[in-house]
């Protein structure tokens, strides 16, 4: 049975995001720098950093090869640190671009073709900064390119049937606050299984 493959699974989001669909019987597959399951029973861990294409393009490899071509695909990875435009370093913007951006386009590239000659799936990526702030240059020029890069893979695999759609967090993630991560975790199920001729592209959650 075909499951779920969340990369960048961290304490946060992406553990209450795989809670929430091994909560409705799906297998899953976590991918992280640490290579752990998060403490959710059955999932299988497997390490990779985003930025690595070999180690992420292997990472998704063996989770497709243990699942098969996954039901739904989550990009959760992203670099989240202050920095203004006066501390810019190419090779900091760089660095940060390639987990925010790139990773995702290259799990994209791995899997969504798979998932559209399969007639079917559902990728979602984990936004944020609906609002750019010059106190989070790379985050904001980040969130920004997913945004892009949700479009493109929409108009790419759409039509055959792939749902791509990002859920945009607009606040610091923490338990008992308006962005407890498994208020937020509802929002990426209620993306799977919206109907195809109602499909949201972006969720946006906020503090009201």
């Known amino acids: 049975m075909p499951g779920v493959v969340i990369v960048g699974a961290g304490p946060g989001i992406g553990r209450s995001v ?11 597959a976590l991918i992280s720098r640490g290579g752990g ?22 990472a998704l490899d063996a ?4 699942l098969g071509t996954p039901d739904v695909v ?4 992203a670099v ?7 501390e810019a370093t190419a090779r900091a913007q760089l660095d940060a671009w390639a987990v ?22 559902t990728f979602l990526v984990t936004g944020g900064m ?4 010059a106190a989070y240059v790379s985050l904001s020029l980040g969130k920004a390119g997913v945004r892009t890069l949700v479009t493109m893979l929409d108009e790419e695999y759409g039509p055959a049937g792939v749902h791509v759609a990002s859920v945009t967090v607009d606040g610091p993630v923490a338990p008992g ?14 993306l799977h299984t919206q109907p195809r001729d109602r499909w949201d592209h972006e969720i946006l959650h906020t503090d009201h």
Do not use: Q
């Open 18 to 28: 795989a809670r929430r669909f091994a909560k409705e019987g799906l297998p899953l």
């Open 37 to 58: 399951t998060l403490g959710v029973e059955g999932a299988l861990g497997y390490r990779a950093d985003c930025a690595d294409e070999d180690e992420l393009r292997g």
């Open 63 to 66: 989770a497709v090869g243990e």
């Open 74 to 77: 989550v990009y959760n990875a």
């Open 80 to 86: 989240v640190r202050p920095d203004s435009p006066g």
């Open 100 to 121: 925010n951006v790139v990773g995702a386009l290259i799990t994209a590239a791995h899997v969504a073709p798979a998932m559209a000659r399969r007639g079917g799936g």
């Open 130 to 133: 609906p609002r750019p702030k």
């Open 177 to 190: 606050t308006p962005f407890a991560p498994d208020d937020i975790a509802e929002h990426y199920w209620l």
